[in-house]
């Protein structure tokens, strides 16, 4: 079978990569049968078959040893205090992180830099919130308030923080109090219902529910989708103490089960960290149902407009069984979004000579634990009938965006455009190299030229292997910027961001050049600016086409990256103006065309002032254009942060050391990296900070030589 020679990889402590191209609700379907993590370290009142703990062996032991020095960095990660840069509010946990639609629960916060919190911002209608006293409110869901999976975020002076999921739903929703560690103490679960609780070390959290004889009963327990460090597993026994059901590992870390209770009863619903971590960061959503519809999981993807290049409106069809030979391959009609489950699946579809097509799976973008490829085959048959197949594609990991691995845009999911070279029939085989029974989409489509672009929230403290949630805020006078990346299917033109409903003193700008896959979207306040805090839309455009940027927005700080893991998720994009005064300004001495012929040497004289007596500059700072499409190599200009009033940035346009400058206009900033000495107030002692400052946009027109002019 072909399937055989698909060599399996390692599936190792990864993050969940390229959220962008994703589906709204992740779907999913359970077969116990295919997770059988390993056997819990402790099983007093749990019992087991030995059978099932002789899987904890080899690779398996080997997991839960590497899972265990994951959780116990992790442990505390989420607190890390104030990161090396200006401050921005970073909020890390809100427990409970949900609430039921015509209530009110009282929420707590923390995180960093959190002092004179004024507002809770959500992105969905209908919640509000009253503080209590200092980080607790009183948040109240209207009876028509928006369901599902929504974003928190607070304000205070220093701007609008990191987001949190927050999830309004139409069940039953508690809390649990910490005091339900046994069999005995259990507490009871409504039908449906939800249970917001928090994993203590070495402990696990029970709960009780009553069954009817086959009674389907769904349960998912969140706590990666809500962005905490705890890694759930789940086990349902009966009143004799006999495993029932068990949930590890079904949406990314997240665990999902399903049962069908085997006799009238009372069941219990056992939660535990998967290495017995525990914190006030291990909190968790659990989640149970009885309509087998129901969906009881947290989403893992906000719904925020995110885009999948879906173009031509697919037709959803379910895959239809048998289809594990090429003999019964399932032809859907093309544009088609196969949903499906893996196992070794054949699919067929009618090819034009020259005319591309688009293949894609959805699996690990959708939270799935798999590692899909996919082979095109084609078909050909003789004067007598004989079938003559032909592999002609093969698909594996996609790479997303070359550059920074926090980035997060590559995945295990293969996805490429493939150009049949005649007319014909052509069969896609789709396996999972890890051999689960986990669905997935297959997406078969005209490929058109299109693109994406996703925006990363860089905190200035970042390093190599470590890494930091991180909300950017522009202070009066200054700026704040986002990076940003293109993911290109077609499309190599150049794509303009437009940022839209921003306050008076606040402007924005962002380019990628043609051809380029990443470039800089930045914000600038004047020095009269009012203190402002919103989610904001941004839009890139470009070739015609009008796509909405998202941010990717890290879960959890990564202290080393050797030994924690990076996850990211996609959330608004969102802006604070802070009331305090930027520590420095750069701006280019002259307002105009910047131009110079390629060849030649571009000075740019700049002016730096300090207009921020609690915030200034020292040390060294180093100055460097950004945005400028074939600048592969700049030294940067060194000046001194504390004394330097003026600088000059000389651009050497020679195509030379990787540099390769084409003629054409561009916009392009000046960005100023170095240090702050920085007191909050008059009580505060001075810390020295991370900072970086953008100066204001330039303009750049750069000619041909003039003897390629010439020949023009």
């Known amino acids: 079978m072909l399937a055989g020679r698909f060599r399996a990889k390692r599936f190792g402590v990864r993050c969940v990569r390229a959220l962008l191209f994703s589906r709204i609700a992740a779907q999913s379907s359970i077969d116990l049968r295919a997770d059988r993590g390993p056997c819990a370290k402790r099983h007093e009142d749990v019992p087991h078959s030995k059978a099932g703990c002789a899987r904890e062996t080899g690779a398996a032991a080997s997991t839960v040893e590497t899972r265990w020095l994951v959780a116990t960095a992790l442990l505390v990660l989420p607190f890390l205090g104030a990161q090396g840069q200006l401050p921005s509010p970073r909020l890390d946990t809100a427990f409970p992180q949900g609430v039921q639609a015509g209530t009110s629960a009282e929420v707590t916060l923390a995180g960093a830099e959190l002092g004179d919190v004024s507002a809770l911002v959500f992105s969905g209608a209908g919640l509000s919130a009253t503080k209590i006293e200092g980080l607790k409110f009183r948040v109240a869901a209207a009876a028509d308030a928006t369901r599902g999976f929504q974003e928190l975020r607070v304000t205070n002076s220093f701007g609008i923080s990191t987001p949190l999921p927050f999830i309004v739903s139409d069940a039953v929703e508690v809390v649990d109090a910490g005091k339900n560690q046994t069999r005995e103490t259990a507490l009871a679960l409504s039908i449906p219902g939800v249970v917001h609780g928090r ?28 962005d905490s460090v705890m890694d759930p597993v789940v086990t349902v026994i009966d009143a004799t103490g006999r495993t029932i059901a068990r949930g590890d590992d079904q949406l990314d870390r997240d665990a999902e089960l399903s049962f069908v209770a085997p006799a009238d009863g009372e069941y219990f619903v056992v939660v535990h960290d998967k290495v017995f971590a525990g914190s006030a960061a291990h909190q968790y959503r659990l989640a149970v149902a009885a309509d087998p519809a129901a969906t009881v999981a947290v989403p893992l993807r906000l719904p925020a407009g995110a885009a999948d290049f879906n173009v031509g409106a697919p037709q959803r069809v379910a895959e239809i069984e048998p289809n594990d030979t090429p003999a019964t391959a399932q032809a859907p009609t093309l544009p088609a979004e196969v949903q499906a489950t893996f196992d070794v699946d054949w699919f067929a579809f009618q090819g034009e000579a020259g005319k591309p097509l688009w293949l894609e799976v959805f699996a690990e973008r959708d939270g799935h634990a798999s590692d899909a490829a996919l082979v095109v085959h084609k078909v050909t048959r003789d004067a007598q009938g004989a079938e003559t197949s032909k592999m002609v594609l093969e698909l594996d990991d996609h790479v997303g965006v070359p550059g920074p691995p926090q980035w997060l845009l590559g995945s295990r999911d293969p996805a490429a455009s493939f150009v049949p070279d005649a ?15 986990r669905p997935y989409r297959l997406i078969v489509r005209e490929a058109v030229p299109d693109f994406a672009v996703v925006a990363l929230a860089d905190s200035p403290a970042n390093e190599d292997k470590k890494l930091f949630k991180w909300q950017p805020n522009v202070r009066r006078g200054g700026s704040a910027a986002f990076p940003i990346a293109a993911l290109r299917r077609g499309y190599d033109g150049e794509i303009i961001l437009r940022v839209e409903g921003l306050p008076e003193g606040l402007t924005a700008g962002g380019v990628i050049a043609a051809g380029a896959l990443t470039g800089v979207l930045v914000f600038q306040a004047t020095a009269d600016a009012k203190p402002w805090c919103s ?47 930027a520590p420095l300004s750069i701006a280019a001495t002259e307002s105009k065309v910047w131009e110079a012929a390629i060849g030649a040497d571009l000075e740019i004289p700049l002016k730096l002032t300090r207009p921020n007596a609690d915030a200034q500059a020292k040390g060294e700072w180093q100055l460097a254009p950004v945005g400028l499409p074939g600048l592969a190599k700049f030294d940067a200009v060194k000046v001194d942060g504390a004394a330097a009033n003026d600088a000059k940035l000389v651009l050497k346009l020679q195509n030379k050391d990787g ?28 810390r020295d900070l991370k900072h970086v400052e953008f100066s204001t946009p330039l303009t750049l027109t750069l000619k041909d030589p003039p003897a390629v002019a010439a020949a023009k």
């Open 199 to 226: 994993a203590d070390a070495e402990q696990r959290d029970f709960y009780k529910l009553t069954a009817k004889t086959g009674q389907a009963l769904q349960l998912a327990c969140s706590a990666c989708a809500l």
């Open 535 to 581: 989610a904001v839309r941004v839009v890139a455009e470009g070739g015609g086409a009008a796509r909405e940027v998202q941010a990717v927005s890290y879960r959890w700080n990564v202290d080393n990256r050797d030994n924690v893991r990076l996850a990211g998720r996609l959330s608004n994009v969102a802006l604070g103006v802070a009331d305090e005064v």
């Open 659 to 686: 540099n390769t400058f084409k003629a054409g206009t561009y916009t392009v900033w000046i960005r100023g990296r170095g240090t702050v000495a920085y007191k909050a107030d008059a009580k505060d002692k001075v």
């Open 423 to 437: 007319a014909g029939i052509y069969r896609v085989q789709v396996v999972d190299r890890f051999r689960s029974r």
